[in-house]
Nanobody
Framework: QVQLVESGGGLVQAGASLGLSCAAS????????IGWFRQAPGKEREFVAA????????YYSGSVKGRFTISRDNAKNTVYLQMNSLKPEDTAVYYC????????????????WGQGTQVTVSS
């Protein structure tokens, strides 16, 4: 089992950058692939990015590809999401989630979830 805590959210203007962190507890962090998801008010939770256990493979949604970068440091039990060129439509609560095996890039493909961190992008 792994526990996840997100941090780094905040209020920024359009075009700005923001970095999120997902800190995990437990000595088996490197056994899990990690994903970032987001949920805007009134919308379903959607996939943003994911990274494999060893960090060699990354996956992005079309809406963030080229603007967001996911990375991980297994020695620090942390996954990062660097968000550049932010847009108002990026406003959402961002969640990180862990999966022993990524069966699909959807919320149901991930087992453990953090509580989320709010990102608000003003126009």
């Amino acid at each position: 089992q792994v526990q996840l805590v997100e941090s780094g959210g905040g209020l920024v203007q359009a075009g700005a950058s923001l970095g999120l962190s997902c800190a995990a507890s437990g000595r088996t962090f490197s056994s899990y692939a990690i994903g970032w998801f987001r949920q805007a008010p009134g919308k379903e939770r959607e996939f943003v990015a994911a990274i494999s256990k060893d960090g060699e493979s990354t996956y992005y949604s079309g809406s963030v590809k080229g603007r967001f970068t996911i990375s991980r440091d297994n020695a620090k039990n942390t996954v990062y999401l660097q968000m550049n060129s932010l847009k108002p439509e990026d406003t959402a609560v961002y969640y990180c989630a862990a999966a022993y095996i990524i069966s699909e890039l959807r919320p149901r493909g991930f087992t453990y979830w953090g509580q989320g961190t709010q990102v608000t992008v003003s126009s």
